[in-house]
Each structure stands twice: as C-alpha cells, then as structure tokens.
C-alpha cells in the first residue's frame, strides 16, 4: 500500500532547513550583501557590500545574528557546537585567502573579533585584537616582520583586551585603576620613562609576562595560548556584550529592540603600525560638520586604530587641501606642515588615490555620505569599515540637497534624509564648541526649548526686564544678558522671559507654562531641573554643596536640558530668511506635504518670524498673553475686582482699543492668511499677585485696601483650576468679556481690510464640552460681527470654531460641528484630561512611568497614538460627517512634533499649528508623512 503523502514525516516531504550561521566575505568569495543587515549586522553587510564591489577588504566571516540569539536563548555550550563546523570552514576561507595559517608558529594569521549590530552602536560592545598570539606565534610574528618589538607590542595588547573582555579582570571598583595600567606604569616607572611608546623590546615582555601573572593570581586560571579556544572566547563574549549595561542603556535610550542580537565579525588582522609605509585612519566622503562636498579624514603613520581616537598623537590630514587649512586653524606655517604634517595626498600619493576611489564608489553605491576606516600596511591599502556617516543638521541638510542635485538620490529621499528636529540645529543659537568641550554639567533638566544659552542668573522677571535693559541697582547702565531662574514661571514673569537669554525652572515639564512660552519665543529653556533649588529670600540658586548668587553666570543647553558653571560663548546660526540649501529643502517640502502649516503666535512680532519660517496662518493666538503688556494688566485687574457688570464693562472698554491695536498687528504681520484668534482661556486668578509684596504694590496702585484684594484673591482661589473656572466658562459667566474680545476682532479686521489688506480671521472657543455652550459664545460673536459691520458699513468674511480640547467635546464632535466652522484640537488639554494627568504636575511621575514602559514618549511631547489620538480620529470623522468642510487643525505642542504630525497626517487633517521656530520642522515632517504614504501606496 502506498503510504499518503501526508503521513509522512516531514523530513521526508521537504529537506530539512539547515541553519546557516557563518558568512564569509573576501576577494575569493562572499556570502553576504548590504541588504542583509538584520542577519550579518550593519557592519558585516557593509563588509561584505565592499568586498562585492571589488574593494580591498581583509578576508573574514560574520557569525550571524541568529547565533547571538541561539547563545541567549540556548546557551553557550549548544551555540558553539552548532557553530562549531561552519567557523571551521570560514577560518579555512580565511586562511587560504591570506596565505596563512591561523596557529602557525613561523607566520601566524592574526584575527580581529568584533561586534555589529543592525544599529551602530559605537564603543557599546566589545572588539579583540591580535587573537592567535602565542608565546610561539609572538617570535615567528616578530621574525616574520623583521620587528621584534611591532610582535611583542601586539601580543601585550591582545592579552590585555583578552583578558578584560573574554575573561573578566576588571578593576574591582570605579574608583579602582585598570588593574593591567598598573603593572604598565609599574614597568615604566622602573625604566624611568612616561609613555608607552618609550618601552622596549625586552619592556614588552616583561608586561606580557607581568599580565599573564596577573591574570593567574586574580582569576586562577591561565592566559589560554591554544588559538581556537582563544577564538571560541571571544565569540560569546562578543555576543554576552550585546547584555552589558552600557549596551542596554544605549538601547533604551535609541529605542533598539533587545531581540535584535548583535552580530560578531571575525577578520584577518591588518597592521597600521609596520613602520614607516604603515597607517591608519578614518575618512568621510563629505564633511560632517558643514556637509561640503569635500574628501576629508584623518591619518596617523605607523599607528593603530585606537592611537588616532586616543588623541596623544596630533592626526595628519588626509588632503590637501584639508592639511591646509587645518594648518591655518592650528597656525602651523606652511613649511612645518610639509615636515611634520604632509597629508596623506602628499605623503602616499598612490595609496591616496586608491583611497579616493574607493570613497567616490562607496558614496555612489551608498548614495549617502560615508564614514570610513581603513589602515595602510606596508604600502598596501584595507578598507576595514564603511557606514552612513553621522552629521549636523546644517550637514543632513547641505548633503540631502546637493545629493539631489548631483542626481544621485530622488526627492522623497532627500526629504527623508533630514531628521526633523535636528533643523533645531540651524535656528537656534549653539555654543563655542571648543568653548563647550572644556565645560562639565552641573544639573540635568528637560530640554524645554532648544538653543544655547550663556547670562547671568536673576531670580525675579522684573529684575530680569531692568538687568536686560541696563538698569541694575547698582546704577550701572550696561544692558547685562540674564538667565531667569524660577521655581516655576506664570504668565506674569513674560516680560521677563521675553528679554532673558534663556530660563531655567525647577519644576514643570515639557507642556509647562515656561515650556511652552519660551518654545514659542524660540527661547531657550530648561524646565524641571529638580535638582536646583531657588532661594528666592536669599536669591540664591544650589545644587548640592554649591551655591549661585544672583548675578554668577551660568550656562543652559535646552536641546540637551543640560545646565553648567559659567559663560560659555554662543554664536547665532540663523538670523534672517531662510536662504541657501534650507530654503531649497522647505520649498521641495512644501511640494510634497498635503498639511497646512500654521504657528502659535501672540504677537505681531512673533507673527512675522512664523511668516518668514513658512508658516501660512496663525493657528492659535493665546490672547491673554497680550494682557500682560505694557499697562494693561492694570485694567484687567480692574475687571477681575468690579463688583458688577457695569464695573467690569468699564474696565473693558479700557483693554478694547488695546486689543484691537493688538489684532491689528496680526492681521497685517499676516495679511492674506487665516489667524485663528482664541477667546480668552485661563482662570482670572492667574492676573492677581498671589505673594504679599505683590499685592501691597497692587493695592497702592490701584488706591485699593490690600484686604479688598486679597479677598478676591481668596474667592477666586481653585482647588483644580485647570479643570475649574477658565475657557469657555469664562464667557459663558462673563458674556462682556467675549463681547469685548470679538469686537477687537472684528474693528480691527475691518481697519486692516480698509487698509487695502486681505484679513481672514477665526474666532475660537477654547474647552468646550458639548453644543449648547459653544452655540451660546458663537452666537454672540455672530451679534457683535453683526453689530460692528452694521455700525461701520463693511463687512468681512469670518468664521467661528471650536477647540477640541475636552474628551466630551471629541466624543460629541458630530454634534459640535452643526454649529462650528473648524475644529482645532488642543491637544494639551485633551492630553491633560484623558490620560487624567495635570500638565504642570505630571513631572514628577513621568520619569518612572516612561522607565517603566508604561507609556513609550512623554505624551505631552509626542501624541499619544492609541488613546488620545483615537480621540482626535473618532472626532475629525464625526465633524466631517455632519459638516464635510470642516476644517480641522491642531494647535496643541504636538503641533510641532515630527512623530505627531505623521500621526495627524494619515488622520486626515488640514493643518498642524506650533511655535515659530518650530515652522520649518513641521513642514518637513509633514512632507515625510505624505511620501512615506505615497511609498507605501
Ligand atoms: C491646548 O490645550 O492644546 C491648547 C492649545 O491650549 P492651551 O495650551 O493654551 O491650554
Ligand atoms: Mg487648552
């Protein structure tokens, strides 16, 4: 009977899979290729990449990744044994490739062992060098090179990498010194000499012997001299290093899944440092500082790898070019560069054109800048590594545009060349880097605001304001740059902020009021150092044992949300326009993006920034932050303390002209465009002074009893004012105030339209729940356009919207829609009451719940996806199902965040609105979103 096909077993319907896990690479053969980085690792694939396309590369093998999953899963002992044949056979590769045998006693092959993971992660995981040297392979080396002290120089390295790595001898505590420096500086304070360069032959061996003593006594087992359990060492210790905990750090913080593994490179050694035709260097296709299109790298002669990172020999240039202007910069005269510093072009003419080509066929083949190691030996050039270089954001820009003009990428992928945020880079002010190197952080907080900050430090915004303009107590009138430092800043220490240099708080996070105003300001800002105390009494600024004085200068970093000691010189990258090669990248943007790119923007100032950075429309104007100019705040307390309509009319009828010269000035700053202008949000409490001194100034200005105010300071007082008396309550309670607002609006709509100017403003009602309360503060918009076009016989088009900022308001959006013309998300406030965490409280926990997984980004910061953002979807649906025109924006922080706005893209929305500076970077992430979609069409 025959037996059914699917009886069988399955060996027998199909072959077994046989699990590969070696790849060999060189010029007789290579298995691997640069579309196999999840297998061979981002420097394996390379590896084998440059073989493939005939370049000069040691021969060698990658063990896969697979392997260093199979050691954690199975352990090392089944890794080796189902490794164990095909290493054998790649070693073979190897050897027949080189010439030689690994084990040999008269020319031994040497070989590297190094990790690589999908990821470069430079200097996480560990590398052997010299491996398959032994106290026989070190005389046949040394004979074999005609240089005794090159060999024995060589095996004292491998066993002091050996033995920190593969068999654990570490210094025994961090205060410890490198147990294998100590026997080194014991042999060179006997010979009286202070480098390592300066021992000799028999030096040499005395710290071979010296190490393999010490390794003995310390871990009662000796240096092993067979190569092949040498190499079986260094494999698992390669793939235990994808655990160690600087590897893990690295991955939490670059967001590398732990399931990756790393891969492990096993390569012929090739030596930098056999004498005078001898090298090593690393070498860039473009520069990656500013991105010229200029050869450049750095070579030591006789040296190897780690002598050129170590810095105790000054690198020559790799051209010419480049050896010139280095002299220049480091003021060597031309003839001393020609005798100690000849570049490479100069010194190994030959070698450097060989190097020349190989950069051009990498970067055409790669088409991105490349990042490149390689080491001369005796004359003969070997390529060891090739990567996509790390650049500025000034480089990813000048690269991705003058790629696209050479031909050599298309346009999507110069859009996506560019990391949104790093354009950060080219707006902000940075520091002297050579400044910088030298300084050491005294305190860590979030980067609220990017840029680079250097003043001295106040404690109070008035002082800041009198500081900043030269009007110090001490009488001196020099304009002094500052550094507000605050526990937490409010709306009233603006002005303050408006002239600081930067802010520094201790408290709030990423949404919190000195956040979000100095995101807006493009200030530079560090908030929630909690480690800094303010003594405001004392005024005085401590982190642990130290103290600041009011006046000591200090230095912010809020791109990194580091802070130091002391004045570190900034410098100015952005100005103007935005010209050259980012203006190039915002048009093509703008070619590709389907999302409309608005800015916050409070004043016509800040308006004129946003236009100039691209931004078509103002998406939120806070208008209480207008309150705070000048003498206005006078009038507003006015309002805040009448005891009746009348009163509080009154004092209004005071703020009406301000306002509208306030409007007037957005509508011109941004004639043409749409500006959405928000009736007033926050609860009234936060226009009166809440401390004592503040107060009595109050009451004496405004020829008041102190108790008068601060019995309404008291009645006013909220236990949750962020879900208390504020938004849309406000006008709601105080219908006057919205009358007054809109009528600003629309008397100043009209003066600008009368000037011969197109207005198109958009009047929005902040924290609405449900229809009703948003019909009631509309209608009454609707009345006061009516009523001023009537009295002024002109009309302007205009609409009413809605923020969806409550999770009601998304959730009844169908309904809100019937009466509102646009929709724009507050994402803060809907933040704030989904996740039910306060946006100025949520610092504390954030840390521990970001630790913890529990959420993967501050949600503040980037939207969060999966509640919040159902949220946004469910509501932008609903709104376009009762209103098929709605237009539908956000206007919240994540309004300027790449992740977000990728997110708000494939919701469908039209605009994304966030802080001027931030423009650029949201037109840029708009355009990734829409030909990432396009692609995956
Ligand atoms: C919001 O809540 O997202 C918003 C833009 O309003 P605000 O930040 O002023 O509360
Ligand atoms: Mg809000």
Not at 40 to 47: M, T, W, Y
Not at 455 to 479: H, I, L, S, T, Y
Request: net charge negative; charged share 25%; hydrophobic share 45%.
């Amino acid at each position: 009977m025959n037996t059914p096909i699917h009886a069988l077993p399955p060996s027998a319907q199909q072959p077994p899979h046989v699990p590969k896990y070696v790849y060999r690479f060189g010029a007789q053969g290579t298995e691997g290729g640069a579309g196999m980085k999840d297998v061979l690792g981002g420097k394996g694939a390379n590896l084998a990449e440059m073989c493939r396309l005939g370049l000069p590369v040691p021969a060698g093998f990658t063990i896969s990744t697979e392997a260093c999953a199979l050691s954690t899963r199975d352990g090392a002992g089944v890794l080796l044994a189902a490794i164990e044949a095909e290493v054998r056979a790649g070693l073979a590769h190897i050897e027949a490739e080189m010439g030689k045998r690994f084990g040999d006693a008269n020319d031994p092959l040497l070989l590297s062992v190094r990790s690589g993971a999908r990821a470069s992660m430079p200097g996480m995981m560990d590398t052997i060098l010299n491996l398959g040297l032994n106290d026989a392979a070190v005389i046949g080396l040394g004979r074999k090179a005609g240089n005794e002290r090159f060999a024995w120089d060589a095996y004292r390295r491998f066993i002091q990498m050996y033995g920190d790595v593969v068999m654990g001898l570490k210094p025994t505590s961090k205060e410890d010194s490198d147990p294998f420096e100590v026997v080194i500086d014991r042999v060179k304070a006997h010979k009286g000499v202070k480098l390592d360069t300066d021992l000799d032959t028999t030096d040499l061996q005395e710290l071979v012997q010296g190490f393999k003593a010490l390794i003995r006594a310390r871990i009662g087992r000796d240096f092993p001299t067979d190569p092949w359990e040498q190499l079986r060492g260094a494999v698992l210790a390669v793939f235990e290093s994808w655990h160690n905990e600087r590897a893990v750090v690295y991955r939490q913080l670059n967001d590398i899944p732990e399931s990756w593994g790393t891969a492990v490179n096993v390569q012929a050694m090739v030596f930098g440092n056999r004498g005078e035709h001898s090298a090593t260097g690393v070498a860039f296709s473009r520069d990656a500082g500013t991105g010229e299109d200029l050869f450049n790298g750095e070579f030591l002669v006789n040296a190897q790898g780690e002598d050129v990172v170590a810095g105790i020999r000054t690198p020559q240039q790799i051209t010419l070019i480049g050896s010139r202007r280095w002299a220049e910069l480091a003021q060597v005269d031309e003839v001393e560069r020609q005798a100690r510093y000849p570049s490479l072009e100069e010194l190994m003419p030959t070698i450097f054109q060989a190097l020349l080509q190989a950069e051009t066929l990498l970067e055409n083949h790669f088409k991105d800048m490349q990042d490149m190691e390689f080491t001369i030996q005796e004359g003969k050039l070997w390529m060891l590594q090739t990567r996509n270089g790390k650049r500025t954001g000034a480089a990813m820009v000048r690269i991705a545009m003058e790629m696209l003009a050479q031909g050599l990428i298309d346009e999507p992928t110069a859009l996506l060349r560019v990391t949104p945020d790093r354009l950060n880079d080219l707006l902000h002010p940075v520091f002297e880097p050579a400044a910088l190197q030298a300084a050491r952080p005294i305190a860590r907080g979030l980067p609220a605001s990017p840029g680079a900050a250097t003043g001295q430090v106040v404690f109070f915004a008035d002082e800041a304001e009198a500081w900043a303009k030269g009007e110090r107590g001490d009488g001196r009138a020099d304009g002094r740059a500052v550094i507000l430092v605050r526990q937490e800043t409010s709306p009233e220490d603006l002005r303050g902020m408006s002239v600081a240099q930067g802010i520094l708080t201790a408290r709030g996070g990423m949404t919190s009021h000195a956040a979000v105003v100095a995101r807006g300001m493009g200030k530079c800002c560090i908030s929630g150092a909690g480690a800094v105390q303010v003594d405001l009494k004392a005024r005085t600024m401590r982190i642990g044992a130290l103290t600041w004085h009011e006046g000591d200068w200090i230095s912010l970093n809020g791109s990194t949300g580091e802070v130091f000691d002391g004045r570190i010189p900034t410098r100015a990258v952005f100005e103007s326009d935005l010209s050259g090669d980012l203006a190039a990248l915002m048009a093509l943007a703008d070619r590709h993006r389907r999302l409309a790119v608005r800015a916050n923007a409070d004043t016509p100032q800040d308006a004129l920034v946003a236009r100039r950075l691209g931004a078509t429309g103002i998406g939120l104007c806070r208008t209480e932050h207008m309150f705070f100019q000048g003498d206005r705040i006078r009038a507003v307390r006015e309002m805040i303390l009448a005891d009746d309509e009348a009163g509080r009319r009154k004092a209004l009828a005071q703020l009406l002209p301000m306002q509208r010269s306030d409007f007037d000035g957005l509508f011109r700053a941004m004639a043409g465009l749409p500006v959405t202008i928000r009736l007033l949000d926050p609860p009234l409490h936060e226009f009166l002074p809440h401390d004592e001194a503040g107060q009595q100034a109050m009451a004496r200005q405004m020829r008041l009893p102190i108790a008068q105010i601060r019995q309404r300071v008291e009645a006013l007082h909220e236990f949750n004012p962020m879900l208390g008396h504020r938004g849309c309550r406000l006008g709601i309670s105080f219908p006057e105030i919205t009358e007054m607002q809109a009528r600003a609006v629309f008397e100043a709509a009209l003066n600008v339209q009368a000037e011969g100017l197109a207005v198109e403003p958009e009047v929005m009602i902040p924290l609405v729940g449900t229809l009703r309360e948003f019909s009631l503060q509309a209608d009454l918009v609707h009345r006061v356009a009516a009523q001023v076009f009537a009295e002024q016989g002109a009309k302007v088009a205009y609409r009413v919207g809605s923020m969806i900022e409550t999770p009601r308001a998304a959730l009844v959006a169908d309904r809100i829609a019937q009466g509102a013309e646009f929709f724009s998300f507050g994402t803060n406030d809907l933040t704030q009451m989904t996740l039910g965490f306060s946006r100025d409280d949520a610092g504390s926990f954030l840390p521990a719940y970001l630790h913890h997984g529990i959420y993967e980004h501050d949600p503040f910061r980037s939207i969060d996806q999966e509640g919040v953002g159902q949220l946004v979807a469910l509501a932008a649906r609903q709104g376009r199902a009762t209103r098929p025109d709605l237009s539908l924006g956000v206007c919240g922080e994540h309004g300027g965040d790449p992740a977000s706005i990728t997110f708000f893209h494939r919701a469908g929305l039209d605009y994304v609105s966030c802080s001027p500076f931030r423009v650029p970077i949201a037109r840029l992430a708009a355009a990734q979103a829409a030909v990432i979609e396009a692609s995956s069409e």
